[in-house]
């Protein structure tokens, strides 16, 4: 295996272990085999991380947003010049072929760090005229952030937050998910070659009690949650407790709108992509896939034959494009629905079976004749199931697509441009897609509507979530009091 990193926490610059902290074992989904073991932070371990990053902060916080771009400008080039080791590290952390973390992980999180890197130096504030006495703003950090990852995607959602809140001179102490520990610590390690000074990225282990630690503590101003929407509630509310700010990446049930006059093979393409790329673990996937009568069964056969293609093997294989589930536990949450699926009705037109191999595979499964009402069609279900279902009118789809508690993403695929244009206009989601699906440029805000969450990552829009205005008045003349 690839360079592992050397112990459980990376704090104030360095390494650290404590080994009295609860085991935590990090299994390879594709074998099951146990390939590490990390220690959840102790409350000595959590206070050590926010000591050291809340001494940190204010220094760097006076920095110029120059020097700070520089640093992490520094840190993508790393990144991208280790791309392999850290996407073999990837692939171990989640199972997810290389196929795709050789160009989805450590390359996405080079793109945050370049992007905000290059941003830091023009963050900047305004002059307000007032007609003699005048108002500026500054654009200050909000000063200790907290991060919460999910196991999908653990140098991205590193990165994600890492970049944003660094640029705008805060510090973070980021807890990955206790199912994927690994690939944090080499963002940190990273980071910190590239010259970030001590105690401003730390990484530190656990389950959600750690996370809970975080957000509940005085010194920390912000918290940022990629994660479920249950999870999601309870980290909201208790950073209510102390009015901290937060982003909430939440969960989804996205729809995907396909029109007669799409082209076949493009939404057959946009299917695949937003439902099977990391084995269906991802956040934004449109796994409700409203087809149009009059192209639903050309869609249903060619997605059938493409997923004839799909090549699950050996993960470490550039030539597989197919990986198992990241553990034992949600390969059986995603059966369960595939369960529920046939027996509430649906039809299972192919997959949904275990391989006869060790490790968590399961293959993608392809419902039909599915109704809004059925639970796989109303619930998240993070796993390689695409539900089809049929549509007549554009407003009937409009309203059917909306019709979820969840707003994280929606696409749509027709030829007809106007058309288009009002799908994503009538969508109540915050990352829509046209013709496309699944893509998420760090220049172009992320996030979601509805319970799917608060809060933009990526683009400008991140800046207002990681710094405050603070406006300052200038008086020109003498004050007039009243008495
Ligand atoms: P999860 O909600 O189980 O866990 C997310 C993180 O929260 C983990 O690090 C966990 O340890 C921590 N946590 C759990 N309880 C906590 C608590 N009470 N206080 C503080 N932290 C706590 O999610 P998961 O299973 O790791 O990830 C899958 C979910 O994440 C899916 O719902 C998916 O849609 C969502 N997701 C969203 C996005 C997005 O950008 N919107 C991206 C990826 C994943």
């Known amino acids: 295996m690839t360079q592992q990193p050397t112990a459980s926490h990376f704090i104030n610059g360095a390494y650290v272990e404590d080994t009295s902290g609860a085991p935590i074992e990090v299994i390879y989904p594709a074998t099951g085999e146990v390939i590490a073991t990390v220690h959840a932070a102790t409350p000595a371990i959590i206070e050590q991380a926010l000591a050291s990053a809340h001494a940190a902060q204010k220094a760097w916080g ?10 992490l400008r520094r840190a993508a080039d790393i990144m991208r010049e280790r791309n392999h080791d850290l996407s073999v590290l990837e692939t171990y952390d989640t199972g997810k072929p290389y196929s795709e973390t050789s160009v989805a992980d450590a390359t996405s999180g080079a793109d945050a760090l370049e992007y905000f890197g290059g941003l830091a130096a023009s963050l900047t504030g305004e002059h307000i005229d007032l007609g003699g006495d005048f108002v500026y703003t500054r654009r200050e950090p909000l000063g200790l952030c907290a991060g919460i990852g999910a196991w999908n995607y653990p140098t991205q959602i590193a990165c994600w937050k890492g970049a944003p809140a660094l640029a705008c001179g805060n510090a973070l102490v980021f807890k990955p998910s206790e199912t994927t520990p690994l690939s944090a610590l080499k963002v940190a390690e990273i980071l910190h070659e590239a ?6 990225y730390n990484v530190i282990q656990g389950m959600g009690e750690v996370g809970h630690s975080l957000i509940t503590d005085d010194r920390v101003a912000k918290v940022s949650l990629t994660g479920s929407v249950p999870t999601g509630r309870k980290v909201y509310a208790a950073a209510a407790e102390g009015i901290r700010a937060v982003t909430m990446e939440l969960g989804g049930k996205s729809p995907m709108v396909i029109f007669d006059d799409a082209d076949v093979e493009n939404a057959v393409s946009g299917i695949i992509l937003g439902n099977f790329y990391s084995s269906g673990q991802v956040c934004s996937n449109g796994t409700r896939v409203f087809v149009q009568e009059g192209i639903k069964d050309a869609i249903i056969t060619r997605l059938a034959e493409r997923l004839e293609n799909a090549k699950l093997g050996d993960p470490l294989d550039p030539e597989t494009t197919f990986g198992p589930m990241v553990s034992a536990r949600q390969r059986e949450i995603v059966e369960g629905y595939i369960t529920k699926g046939q027996e509430e009705g649906a039809t299972l037109v192919a997959g949904g079976t275990r391989p006869d191999k060790p490790g968590f595979w399961l293959t993608p499964a392809i419902f039909s004749d599915v109704t809004d009402d059925m639970t796989i069609a109303r619930e998240e279900i993070f796993g390689p199931v695409v539900s089809i279902l049929s549509f007549k009118t554009e407003e009937e789809a409009l309203a059917r697509a909306n019709a979820t508690e969840f707003g994280l993403a929606a696409g749509v695929f027709t030829a007809d441009i106007t ?15 046209i013709n496309t699906y699944n893509l998420a440029p760090v220049e172009a805000p992320f996030g979601g509507m509805k319970l799917s969450g608060v809060g933009r990552e990526n683009s400008k829009a991140a800046i207002e979530h990681y710094s405050q205005i603070k406006s300052v008045y200038v008086g020109m003349g003498d004050v007039e009091a009243p008495f």
């Open 419 to 433: 058309r288009a244009h009002r799908m994503c206009a009538g969508f109540e989601a915050g990352t829509t897609y």
């Open 195 to 200: 010259g970030l000074p001590a105690g401003l």
């Open 62 to 71: 006076q920095m110029s947003g120059t020097e700070r771009g520089r640093i």
